[in-house]
């Protein structure tokens, strides 16, 4: 399985973006799709995913309210909305999906195995 994001950009503090991301190959073995991100000299974290059976969505507190996931399951690919995007939003973000068990524990997701290369969004305030 691969996974190709796009939508990334630059856009002023209060802005929106809408990132996509598609996986394609043996598909059938994907569970939950997500998002991560790293900003510049920190370690990556944890935005969103969702869990396709059931359709449960997770985030992070940082972007609750303003980042909203969704997908298309038959499509095996996700969106992330970006709504009033701030400063510290600004990270290189990066799709991800798991093949096997994944779950949400303490504000972070654990399971994904396949990433995607990143996308870059840039908030400047």
């Known amino acids: 399985v691969q996974l190709q994001a796009s939508g990334g950009g630059s856009v002023q503090a209060g802005g929106s973006l809408r990132l996509s991301c598609a996986a394609s190959?043996?598909?059938?073995?994907?569970?939950?799709m997500g998002w991560f991100r790293q900003a510049p000299g920190k370690e990556r974290e944890f935005v969103t995913a969702?869990?396709?059976?059931?359709?449960?969505?997770y985030y992070a507190d940082s972007v609750k309210g303003r980042f909203t996931i969704s997908g298309d399951n038959a499509k095996n690919t996700v969106y992330l909305q970006l709504n009033n995007l701030k400063p510290e939003d600004t990270a290189v973000y990066y799709c991800?999906?798991?093949?096997?068990?994944?779950?949400?524990?303490?504000?972070?997701?654990?399971?994904?195995?396949?990433w995607g290369k990143g996308t870059l969004v840039t908030v400047s305030s």
């Open positions: 190959g043996r598909t059938l073995s994907v569970y939950s």
């Open positions: 969702i869990r396709w059976s059931g359709g449960s969505t």
């Open positions: 991800a999906a798991a093949r096997g068990w994944s779950w949400y524990s303490s504000g972070n997701y654990y399971g994904m195995d396949l």
